[in-house]
């Protein structure tokens, strides 16, 4: 499986950027979709998950900000970022698994990453 993401760029506290993933190769196993970010010093993290069911997971600190969704006609998955923060800041990962749970450990496959800036 390959993971293309794009979507990332600078933008100005309280904008929004939509990111996004379009996975290619053996797909079939898939049974969530998620996205991390890491910024400098700092572990790797949750930030929303998707799953065939349609079930959502997001981390505390983007709940009502952030929302994931999926194409899966495209077999692409999106994050729209709204309010953004210089907290926000950080290299945006997206992630595929086959065991359907969202942690770090459960990914079979990543992307590059994106950059995500937002500026005060």
């Known amino acids: 499986v390959q993971l293309q993401a794009s979507g990332g760029g600078l933008v100005q506290s309280g904008g929004s950027l939509k990111l996004s993933c379009t996975a290619s190769?053996?797909?079939?196993?898939?049974?969530?979709r998620a996205w991390f970010r890491q910024s400098p010093g700092r572990k790797r993290e949750l930030v929303a998950s998707?799953?065939?069911?349609?079930?959502?997971n997001y981390a505390d600190s983007v709940k009502g900000r952030f929302t994931i969704s999926g194409d899966n006609a495209k077999n692409t998955v999106y994050l729209q970022m709204n309010s953004l923060k210089p907290e926000d800041t950080a290299v945006y990962y997206c992630?595929?698994?086959?065991?359907?749970?969202?942690?770090?450990?459960?990914?079979?496959?990543w992307g590059k990453g994106t950059q995500v800036t937002v500026s005060s």
């Open positions: 998707l799953t065939n069911f349609g079930r959502t």
């Open positions: 992630a595929v698994g086959a065991t359907g749970r969202s942690s770090r450990g459960n990914m079979d496959y």
């Open positions: 190769g053996r797909i079939g196993d898939i049974n969530v």
